[in-house]
């Protein structure tokens, strides 16, 4: 038997170049669509691969004869078999090179954000993005026969774009947000634009929606005080005991730590265990005044870290009580507020607290247990909700290692597909 592959831009071409060759008599096994070859192998129209097969052997072209030889009922006809058993490998390869397609893809994606990152990087300090490709390198154009631009090359680009929201998607990000973005980058294309354009487009779009994040900055006169609210459960108080080290140990800072956390002892125990480590004051408060009071006693220290009560945002009486806290020292010293969120929250509930949050005072975020989530689209979502800064991430209980400013160039690299 003769099994062979013949390529064309039909099928029907490609049908008819098969019994050219091999006569009249082939039998068709399988269609399908293939990626031709070459350095600019996205931009050519796909062609198609038909697989043939020929009962007996010769020449090719020559006159088929067929030999008739009784054989008993209980064996198969060895035509029927070994056509099953081709068409059951040629299926097993197209599954293989469906998956070989797809892991092509994604590493595309990470091959040309690797590329890019560094390139990208020097240019997201500045506002402005130039969404025409560089008139000296034009991208190519390929023509038809009849000298007419393919429009194929559209069609492929669309679906990059499609991938890339998939991606998004898969990610987390919300719906509106990933058809947003993408839509952006589509208005933007040019026929015959290539696909590094478009990543390239997509990536930078969203580091600016990211935003510069902010670290926490020493106040221009007096001690610094920072509040880290949010819900229970999230991290707060190692987040805290984080950041304190890297004020005390490694910038030399005089921190103070205090807790308004005086619902669970377990948490002001953690937080007095850290700052015994650290050989820094430890205070718990109960009431207004007693901030009042701290702030006198500290007013030659950098930092004044508050730890509060891990809450529900729906417990109102709670939520009052907390306002109190960290508007007790408006006027009488430089704050910053940190809002601090688990990764692993449903998109649903962040918005709640958030909005909760938001009611009570203005924030930045601090998102904590990214090793514990490989879906990271929740950071853009809020991001773009709030309209706030994210300013640190976590990931992992290990202290103070496992805590970075937020790298909005590796997030979306992440988000993009990237490892």
Known sequence: MI?????AKTEAEATAEARKELGPNVVIMNVRSVKQKGIFYFLKAPLVEVTVALEEEGEPGAVRRRVVTP????????????????SSLVNADLEKEKKQEEEHHESVIEEKLDSLQSLLEKQISTPAVNPEPEQSKPAPKPVSEDGSEVTDVDAE????????????????????????????????????????????????????????????????RGPKVVFFIGPTGVGKTTTIAKIASQFSVDQG????????DTYRIAAAEQLRTYANILEVP????YAVEEVEQALEDFAAYDYILVDTAGHSHQN???????????????????????????????????????????AMTDYKLIFTKLDETTTLGNLLNLKLHTGTTISYVTNGQNVPDDIAPFNPQKTVKLLLGGK
């Open 316 to 358: 109102e009486t709670q939520r009052d009580q907390m306002n109190g806290f960290i508007h007790s020292v408006d006027g009488l010293a430089e704050k910053e507020t940190f809002l601090v969120l688990s990764a692993t929250t449903k998109y649903r509930d962040l918005i709640s607290i958030a909005d909760t949050y938001s």
């Open 253 to 260: 800072r005089k921190v103070a730590l205090l807790t308004a």
């Open 3 to 7: 099994i062979k592959k013949f390529t």
């Open 282 to 285: 430890f205070r718990i408060i």
């Open 71 to 86: 054989e008993p009922p209980a064996i198969p006809d060895p035509v029927r078999e070994a056509v099953s058993q081709v």
């Open 157 to 220: 680009l669309l679906k990059f774009m499609k991938l890339l929201y998939n991606t998004m998607i898969d990610n987390e990000v919300n719906e509106k947000i990933a058809n947003s973005i993408i839509e952006e980058t589509r208005k933007s294309a040019k026929p015959g634009m290539p696909f590094d354009y478009a990543l390239a487009a997509t990536y930078q779009k969203m580091i600016l929606k990211f935003g510069t994040p902010q670290a926490i900055s020493p106040a221009t």
